[in-house]
């Protein structure tokens, strides 16, 4: 995960990925192609990779990083909470509870 967000922060820009790039996003997609690009690529041709030296690799990766739209990934900031009304009370009409309503009008429905 730190060598995308870090392939895409050299070919972007650090304040653009960290800015308007989500993790979150980010991780599922890589979960998601990274199953299917198991179960559809033999490990035989994995093998390319791991012969390569580090500065090949991440040309390879700064290649990648440019194709990346980032318009996928971007994040979806929640808006600060809106603050409740107060309630407010009648002074001459106290609350009551539900329960007790309901027992004076069974005891009320009870006496003939």
């Known amino acids: 995960m730190s ?3 870090a ?3 050299s070919v972007h820009g650090t304040e653009k ?3 308007e790039i989500s993790s979150y996003y980010l991780a599922d997609e890589i979960k998601g192609t ?3 690009m198991m179960i559809v690529i033999p490990p035989v041709e994995w093998c390319v990779l791991q012969n390569m030296t ?4 991440s040309q390879i990766l700064k290649h990648l990083a ?3 739209k980032l318009r996928a990934f971007r ?5 600060p ?3 409740q009304p107060k309630r407010t009370y009648l002074k001459n009409k106290p609350h009551v509870s539900t329960a007790k309503i309901l027992n004076q009008k069974k005891l009320q429905n009870n006496t003939p």
Do not use: C, N, W
């Open 3 to 5: 060598t995308v967000q």
């Open 7 to 9: 392939a895409l922060r």
């Open 17 to 19: 990925i960290e800015a």
């Open 34 to 36: 990274y199953r299917g």
């Open 54 to 57: 580090f500065r090949e690799l």
């Open 66 to 68: 440019v194709l990346v």
């Open 75 to 79: 994040r979806h900031p929640r808006d």
């Open 81 to 83: 909470k809106k603050a």
